[in-house]
């Protein structure tokens, strides 16, 4: 009997020794789930963070409108402007130089040499130019861009482009529709004076107004 209590003395006090040992034993971390680490350290979320921002920037992009889309001097993004003419052409819908018939109603402007911007003088002529085609809204109107004779003659049919895309676009800034104003670049090939002289060349270098009801 007293060896019976002795053995099982001995058991508990094994059993005792063995928890004590399991006891001091350093826990280690269980893994979480969807843990991780980005780069240099951080924490998986800043690197899903991350890829939130690129993806941010990359649809940034999607809103770029294409190449082209916009028209000269920003002309497109007023009243449906027309795109870049090639000279000696005309835009838009079927239309034909030869529809056009002469505008008594609309004043011709003027350049300096080698220059298309609209000078302050002309200005009032546009002006009234723009009020006489909106109270006549059905009509459409044809803008001639003439350089004088100097320069060659792709040069000139050149700035005769601009001469005429600068005045459509003075127009549509005062009120005209885009879509009722066609240009074409002539260049040197109509003068209105042969002679080789300053004022006469003055007389060529201009945009001219022809219309179609």
């Known amino acids: 009997m007293k060896k019976t209590s002795w053995q099982t003395a001995a058991t508990l006090l094994s059993l005792l020794l063995v928890a004590l040992v399991v006891a001091g034993c350093p826990k280690q971390p269980s893994p979480t789930a969807g843990a991780g680490t980005g780069a240099e350290g951080a924490p998986g979320g800043a690197g899903a963070g991350a890829g939130g921002a690129g993806a941010g920037g990359g649809a940034g992009g999607v809103g770029t409108a294409p190449s082209g889309q916009v028209g000269e001097g920003g002309a497109g993004g007023r009243g449906g402007g027309l795109a870049s003419t090639p000279p000696g052409s005309v835009p838009g819908a079927q239309v034909s130089p030869r529809e056009f018939v002469e505008a008594i109603s609309l004043r011709d402007i003027h350049f300096d040499y080698d220059r298309y911007d609209i000078k302050s003088e ?92």
């Open 122 to 213: 002309h200005a009032k002529a546009l002006e009234e130019n723009a009020k006489w085609l909106k109270s006549n809204a059905r009509t459409l109107v044809l803008v001639e861009g003439h350089a004088d004779e100097r320069g060659t003659n792709e040069y000139n049919l050149a700035l005769g482009e601009r001469r005429a895309k600068t005045t459509r676009d003075y127009l549509m800034s005062l009120g005209v529709e885009g879509a009722r104003i066609s240009i074409i670049s002539y260049g040197e090939e109509r003068p209105t004076c042969k002679e080789g002289n300053e004022p006469c060349w003055g007389k060529n270098r201009r945009a001219h107004f022809l219309t179609r009801p």
